[in-house]
Each structure stands twice: as structure tokens, then as C-alpha cells.
């Protein structure tokens, strides 16, 4: 046995070892913290390319906020740019996946193919941050689209919005508080040394404008406070019934001011997940303030479009999608 250990052991040194490859890398003066990662793209069909998991923030103590780009290989001319905010209770969900459509990217890349930049939100879940952080990472997407409004072919005063469920929340929020103070962006800093953040202070330069032109909603909530749902505890912190004010002041069937941009509310009749009085609510209250507000009731459906049968779920999703997709449209050509 001893003899077969010491012939197994010659034949393993006998073996030539593979030279290694030299240990080289490149070394920055300082501490390096930019995110130097190939950002590779996606082709869709009707020449539409698609960048993944764009950082648009960077905060200290969060995960980075990051949104997924679609746009039109052709940014020759300035375009109108869509960004899309995704439901699940603000406690899940993400920025891939709606209700029954199986393939929510390759629908966010037909709307690109229409002529739309369409970007598609990671915002900060309840279990991550208390609000205001989810409508913060909102308009922190907004800004960014418009500052890179070059790079990708935006036309900046042509931004408009679209959510469904905790997502419509979010989007009716984001467009019924225009330049509101107490939903400003965190600043981007967590890829910065002390000494700059440090440098920073005292300085401010002039945010790019977060209001947007238009919003689609989608059986949203607007009035938290009147919503019997965990969701809303976990998202506030506190329970509605309690902290009211704060409840109010999240919801955007109160935050109505005089200059709200055009709004397409789409709910199923039997939604038991969020009521269709929410959306009948919103309607009225946005067009008691004058601004142009149309509701499409679909009967018969629940919550994320869903009917009783495999067709009639079907029929429901196409039907938001042409007419959501006809009023971006609509918007765009300024009609």
C-alpha cells in the first residue's frame, strides 16, 4: 500500500504544472469606487436595444437604485421618454414583471419601438426604506433621465409616467407634486470619498426639473388612508388609522394642485385588491381641479387585469395596453 502511495505521488510531480498567468492590475491613485463593469445591451425587435440595470443612485447604507433603458437604436431626433413604476404593495415586485403578461420587457421595448425611450424603475421597497424613499427613487429617475437626455435621445419636456398599483401610487404622487421639497432626491453620494461629499457642502447646483407631462395609472392607489391594507402600515411605518396626517400627506387624491398634467386612470370593476372607487375618486378629483383626467372601467376583471377565464384576461391586458400606448402617443403629438 505504501509503495502505491509513493508511485501515485511521483506520477502527480511528474506532471508539468501549468504556468500561471502574472498578477497585474490597474491601480488608480486613490480609492476607486466608480462601477467599471461592461455595461453590455440587449437587442429587441424593431431595432429597439435595451441597457440592464442602469444606476441612477447611489445612497449610503441602500443597495444602488437602478432602472432598465429601452430606446429606439435611432436617437437621430429627440424623443418622448416614459418611465415605468411597478406595483406589488410596495413591499415586492420589480421592474420585469406586471399582472398576467408573461413577457414584460419585450412589452416595454414595444412601446420603444413607437418612438419612446421607456425606462422601467428599482425602486426602494417598504422593507428596505420607510416613504418617502419610494417616491424620492421616483423622481430621482426622472432627473436622470433628463440630465441624460443627450446620451440617450430624450426630448426633456416630454417625460411622462406610467404604474400600476402601489406603482400607480407612486407615478400619480410623483405627478401631482411637482418640485415638492419633501420628496428631494436623497443625493447620489455613496460612490464618493468624505472629502468630496465634504467638498459638496454648501454648494447646490440647480436640480433638473423632476414634473412630468402626463401619467398612467393603472388600478392605483390614491387615498392611503382610506385603504384597508398591511401595505400601507408597512410602507408608512405606522398604521393609517392612527397617523393620518402622515397618510394623507402620501396620498396623491390630496396633493391635487392647480397645474397637474393629463392623466388616463384604467381599473377592473372587480378589483378586491384595490377598489375601484380609488380610481373613480382620483377622476373626479382631478377634474373638479380642471385638469384633463379619463377613466376606462374594464368590467368584470380584478386586480391586475385578471378575469374569470384565460381570454377574458387576455382581452382586459390588450385593451389597457392600446388605449395606455394611444395616450402617450397622444401626448407626444401634442393632441
Given at each position: 500500500?505504501?509503495?502505491?502511495?509513493?508511485?501515485?505521488?511521483?506520477?502527480?510531480?511528474?506532471?508539468?504544472?501549468?504556468?500561471?498567468?502574472?498578477?497585474?492590475?490597474?491601480?488608480?491613485?486613490?480609492?476607486?469606487?466608480?462601477?467599471?463593469?461592461?455595461?453590455?445591451?440587449?437587442?429587441?425587435?424593431?431595432?429597439?436595444?435595451?441597457?440592464?440595470?442602469?444606476?441612477?443612485?447611489?445612497?449610503?447604507?441602500?443597495?444602488?437604485?437602478?432602472?432598465?433603458?429601452?430606446?429606439?437604436?435611432?436617437?437621430?431626433?429627440?424623443?418622448?421618454?416614459?418611465?415605468?413604476?411597478?406595483?406589488?404593495?410596495?413591499?415586492?415586485?420589480?421592474?420585469?414583471?406586471?399582472?398576467?403578461?408573461?413577457?414584460?420587457?419585450?412589452?416595454?421595448?414595444?412601446?420603444?419601438?413607437?418612438?419612446?425611450?421607456?425606462?422601467?424603475?428599482?425602486?426602494?421597497?417598504?422593507?428596505?426604506?420607510?416613504?418617502?424613499?419610494?417616491?424620492?427613487?421616483?423622481?430621482?429617475?426622472?432627473?436622470?433621465?433628463?440630465?441624460?437626455?443627450?446620451?440617450?435621445?430624450?426630448?426633456?419636456?416630454?417625460?411622462?409616467?406610467?404604474?400600476?398599483?402601489?406603482?400607480?401610487?407612486?407615478?400619480?404622487?410623483?405627478?401631482?407634486?411637482?418640485?415638492?421639497?419633501?420628496?428631494?432626491?436623497?443625493?447620489?453620494?455613496?460612490?464618493?470619498?468624505?472629502?468630496?461629499?465634504?467638498?459638496l457642502k454648501g454648494t447646490k447646483a440647480p436640480p433638473a426639473d423632476d414634473c412630468v407631462q402626463g401619467a398612467a395609472l393603472w388600478y392605483g392607489v390614491f387615498d392611503l388612508e382610506h385603504v384597508p391594507s398591511v401595505n400601507v402600515t408597512g410602507l408608512l411605518g405606522c398604521d393609517p388609522a392612527v397617523c393620518r396626517d402622515v397618510a394623507r400627506a402620501a396620498s396623491p387624491l390630496y396633493r391635487i394642485g392647480k397645474k397637474v398634467p393629463p392623466m388616463l386612470l384604467i381599473h377592473g370593476t372587480k378589483d378586491e385588491t384595490v377598489d375601484v372607487s380609488q380610481s373613480k375618486a382620483m377622476t373626479t378629483a382631478?377634474?373638479?381641479?380642471?385638469?384633463?383626467?379619463?377613466?376606462?372601467?374594464?368590467?368584470?376583471?380584478?386586480?391586475?387585469?385578471?378575469?374569470?377565464?384565460?381570454?377574458?384576461?387576455?382581452?382586459?391586458?390588450?385593451?389597457?395596453?392600446?388605449?395606455?400606448?394611444?395616450?402617450?402617443?397622444?401626448?407626444?403629438?401634442?393632441?
Amino acid at each position: 500500500m505504501k509503495r502505491l502511495c509513493l508511485s501515485v505521488l511521483a506520477m502527480l510531480l511528474a506532471v508539468p504544472v501549468a504556468a500561471q498567468p502574472p498578477v497585474e492590475a490597474e491601480i488608480a491613485e486613490k480609492s476607486a469606487r466608480e462601477d467599471v463593469f461592461p455595461q453590455a445591451d440587449v437587442a429587441f425587435p424593431s431595432d429597439v436595444v435595451a441597457w440592464p440595470q442602469v444606476e441612477i443612485s447611489n445612497l449610503d447604507g441602500f443597495r444602488p437604485v437602478r432602472m432598465d433603458i429601452y430606446a429606439p437604436r435611432d436617437r437621430s431626433k429627440p424623443r418622448p421618454a416614459v418611465l415605468w413604476i411597478h406595483g406589488g404593495g410596495w413591499s415586492r415586485g420589480d421592474a420585469r414583471t406586471s399582472g398576467a403578461y408573461a413577457n414584460w420587457p419585450a412589452v416595454l421595448a414595444s412601446l420603444a419601438a413607437r418612438g419612446f425611450v421607456v425606462a422601467s424603475l428599482d425602486y426602494r421597497l417598504s422593507g428596505e426604506a420607510k416613504f418617502p424613499a419610494q417616491i424620492q427613487d421616483v423622481k430621482a429617475a426622472i432627473r436622470h433621465l433628463r440630465t441624460q437626455n443627450g446620451a440617450l435621445g430624450i426630448d426633456p419636456s416630454r417625460v411622462y409616467l406610467w404604474g400600476g398599483s402601489a406603482g400607480g401610487h407612486l407615478a400619480s404622487l410623483a405627478a401631482v407634486t411637482c418640485g415638492a421639497a419633501e420628496y428631494e432626491p436623497q443625493p447620489s453620494t455613496g460612490r464618493l470619498s468624505r472629502s468630496q461629499i465634504n467638498a459638496l457642502k454648501g454648494t447646490k447646483a440647480p436640480p433638473a426639473d423632476d414634473c412630468v407631462q402626463g401619467a398612467a395609472l393603472w388600478y392605483g392607489v390614491f387615498d392611503l388612508e382610506h385603504v384597508p391594507s398591511v401595505n400601507v402600515t408597512g410602507l408608512l411605518g405606522c398604521d393609517p388609522a392612527v397617523c393620518r396626517d402622515v397618510a394623507r400627506a402620501a396620498s396623491p387624491l390630496y396633493r391635487i394642485g392647480k397645474k397637474v398634467p393629463p392623466m388616463l386612470l384604467i381599473h377592473g370593476t372587480k378589483d378586491e385588491t384595490v377598489d375601484v372607487s380609488q380610481s373613480k375618486a382620483m377622476t373626479t378629483a382631478l377634474q373638479g381641479a380642471g385638469a384633463k383626467a379619463e377613466l376606462l372601467l374594464i368590467p368584470d376583471v380584478d386586480h391586475g387585469l385578471t378575469g374569470s377565464t384565460s381570454q377574458a384576461t387576455r382581452d382586459a391586458s390588450l385593451l389597457a395596453l392600446r388605449r395606455t400606448f394611444a395616450f402617450f402617443e397622444s401626448l407626444a403629438a401634442g393632441r
